[in-house]
């Protein structure tokens, strides 16, 4: 039992981080630009199908470009669509951001079909990690490393450079940015562009694990919104704590009781906000209260 226990929580935190890239964007999104993102599942799944693109191009060295060009993407729509909606009634922005989620599922759709496409892992992470009563695969233990990196890297970056604390101030008082003599919506634009990086580099992530399919973001948008609620909005912590916390809930429950996998997170949801409101480490938003 504890080998099953110490095997399904690694594969749980794995899923966790995962979950984490996505729900960080989001946040980071949401505290910056007061957008709740419905088309972020969408940027998850376009990084996951060019990253398969790129792979079968060029091999795998090529897959990380695709993150960056996801990104570009998305600094593109934010210039010409969502920064129409900043200071509108939240309503408007969600039809917007969902109607934008359906086109770019609708577009992969259109150029890849609707079947499910085989995104093999690489041959040198074949095989498993055996350690103890731990036994996990190769693939799995490099998603959780890589995923660990991106966060932490993403930490220093938003903890240590000037820049990071351009956003961070930003996200509390535009107004006061914008008085400083900074370029506000280049910043606008660029954090819209990370979000959407960050979303990518997740969906690339899960491409081996996951079917690629058309439909695949709503696999982790629905989850990156209940860590997002259990962690906070705009809580960069409240994202990774609840993130890793959701994916273990759930490969765990996937090996005791699979018919209640898809339901665990919602309950975990409900009993937090029943005792944090506003998340674990969530704030208050002027923008939204």
């Given at each position: 039992m504890i080998d099953v226990l110490l095997t399904q929580t690694i594969n749980g935190l794995m899923l966790g981080m995962i979950y984490v890239l996505v729900?960080?964007?989001l946040s980071i999104t949401f505290g910056m630009l007061g957008i709740?993102?419905?088309?972020?599942?969408?940027?998850?799944a376009l990084g996951a199908y060019i990253g398969l693109l790129f792979f079968r191009t060029f091999g795998w060295w090529a897959i990380w470009l695709a993150p960056l060009v996801v990104g570009g993407?998305?600094?593109?729509?934010e210039k010409v669509l969502i920064s129409k909606l900043y200071g509108r009634e939240p309503l408007i922005s969600l039809v917007v951001t969902f109607?934008?989620?359906?086109?770019?599922?609708?577009?992969?759709?259109?150029?890849f079909?609707?079947?499910?496409?085989?995104?093999?892992?690489?041959?040198?992470?074949?095989?498993?990690?055996?350690?103890?009563?731990?036994?996990?695969?190769?693939?799995?233990?490099?998603?959780?490393?890589?995923?660990?990196?991106?966060?932490?890297?993403?930490?220093?970056?938003?903890t240590y450079t000037s820049y990071g604390h351009v956003l961070q101030a930003g996200?509390?008082?535009?107004?006061?940015?914008?008085?400083?003599?900074?370029?506000?919506?280049?910043?606008?634009?660029?954090?819209?562009?990370?979000?959407?990086?960050?979303?990518a580099a997740a969906g690339v992530l899960a491409a081996p694990i996951w079917a690629v399919i058309p439909s695949m973001?709503?696999?982790?948008?629905?989850p990156a919104f209940v860590i997002?609620?259990?962690?906070?909005?705009?809580?960069?912590?409240?994202?990774?704590?609840?993130?890793?916390?959701?994916?273990?809930?759930?490969?765990?429950?996937?090996?005791?009781?699979p018919e209640a996998a898809t339901a665990a997170m919602y309950v975990l949801m409900f009993l937090v906000l029943l005792f944090f409101p506003r998340g674990i480490l969530g704030k208050s938003w002027e923008r939204v209260e």
């Open positions: 729900a960080v964007g709740i993102n419905f088309a972020h599942g969408a940027f998850f993407i998305g600094m593109a729509l109607a934008l989620g359906l086109l770019i599922e609708a577009i992969l759709r259109w150029v079909g609707p079947a499910g496409q085989p995104f093999a892992t690489p041959k040198f992470l074949a095989g498993v990690i055996e350690y103890g009563p731990i036994l996990i695969t190769k693939y799995r233990f490099a998603v959780l490393l890589c995923s660990v990196v991106i966060v932490v890297g993403l930490w220093l970056f938003l996200s509390k008082d535009p107004e006061m940015v914008e008085m400083l003599g900074i370029d506000f919506p280049l910043v606008q634009t660029l954090v819209f562009g990370l979000g959407c990086t960050l979303a973001g709503a696999s982790a948008i629905m997002v609620a259990i962690g906070g909005l705009g809580s960069f912590s409240g994202a990774v704590v609840s993130g890793l916390l959701v994916g273990v809930v759930t490969t765990l429950t996937v090996q005791f009781k």
